[in-house]
Each structure stands twice: as structure tokens, then as C-alpha cells.
């Protein structure tokens, strides 16, 4: 070999011979210029991302990328096409919403006035608009109660409840 000339065989052989627990430089870089090591995927890694591949039907590239993000074949579909059903939490594991909802559900069917407390910020209107617009689907007709910045205390009380003549959760 002349003057700048390099065989990658014998630089992996001679980093072999005096470090064996050392990983294969990928793509031949020893390291970046900060100093840090380029390390490849593992055996272990390409083995899984061939077998995704196989499975999947989705590209090499992409199953590398997927095993090194610790998707298995089975989760890759819902990681590649995420819906936002997937995403969110179920709401019943919300403390104290299954008796929420089922003391909703009976001031409903036997008529009874409910009242929906929302805050002034946009989370506040969001879910307040959100549940109205599901109770009238209903035939119910909610009255909201805006707590504002002024309100003393931002909380419902017992006395704004009754004032509104509304059930209370």
C-alpha cells in the first residue's frame, strides 16, 4: 500500500488483535470529529431487522431503524401509522372516573340538571365544548359555569353547585 492509502481489513484486524471487546468502527469511522465512536448496529440488531423485514414487508433500512428504537414486527405497523386512539390513555384509568361517569349517565336519564365548571383557559373551554356538545347529542341540556380568574379560589364549591341547582360529582 502507498502513502495514503489504508485497508480497512488490516486496521479492523490490528484493532481486533489489541482490543477484542471493542465493536467494529461503522461505517469504517473510527470516530467523529468530536471524539465520539461510531458504532454500528450489533449482529444481534441486523438479525432482527432482517427478520422484521421478512415479517413486515417494509424496507431494510427501515427495520434497522426501528429495531434500534426497540419496535418489535408486531408494534411496527401502529409506530409507523400512529392513531391518536393508540396514543391517549384510556380514560377509565383516571382516578375516580367510572363513578363520574356513571353519576353522569343517571342524572341523565332521570333528567336532572347538570352543570359543566370549565376553567378560562383553552384546555378548560376545549373540554367543556367537548362534553356539552356529547350530552346534548343526548337530548340533555348542560349549563356551563365559567370560573374566571376572579372567581375566589378557581374551585366549584358546594354553594356555586347548589346555586346552579346541578348535580355534583
Not at 471524539?35 to 415479517?55: F, H, K, N
Request: contains cysteine; hydrophobic residues 40%; charged residues 20%.
Amino acid at each position: 500500500m502507498g502513502r495514503g492509502e489504508s485497508s480497512s481489513r488490516s486496521i479492523w484486524c490490528d484493532v481486533m488483535n489489541e482490543t477484542p471487546n471493542i465493536a467494529r468502527a461503522f461505517l469504517d469511522v473510527a470516530q467523529s470529529t468530536t471524539g465520539r465512536r461510531w458504532v454500528g448496529p450489533s449482529v444481534e440488531d441486523d438479525r432482527l431487522a432482517e427478520a422484521m423485514a421478512q415479517d413486515t414487508a417494509l424496507p431494510l433500512p427501515v427495520c434497522r431503524t426501528l429495531v434500534r428504537r426497540g419496535i418489535t414486527a408486531q408494534d411496527a405497523a401502529s409506530f409507523l401509522a400512529p392513531t391518536l386512539r393508540d396514543l391517549m390513555p384510556d380514560p377509565r384509568s383516571l382516578r375516580d372516573m367510572e363513578p363520574a361517569a356513571a353519576r353522569i349517565v343517571a342524572a341523565a336519564n332521570s333528567g336532572q340538571k347538570i352543570a359543566i365548571f370549565a376553567d378560562y383557559d383553552v384546555d378548560g373551554g376545549t373540554s367543556a365544548a367537548l362534553l356539552i356538545d356529547w350530552l346534548r347529542g343526548f337530548g340533555v341540556t348542560p349549563t356551563l359555569m365559567c370560573l374566571t380568574a376572579s372567581t375566589k379560589a378557581m374551585v366549584p364549591t358546594t354553594t356555586r353547585c347548589q346555586h346552579s341547582r346541578a348535580i355534583t360529582i
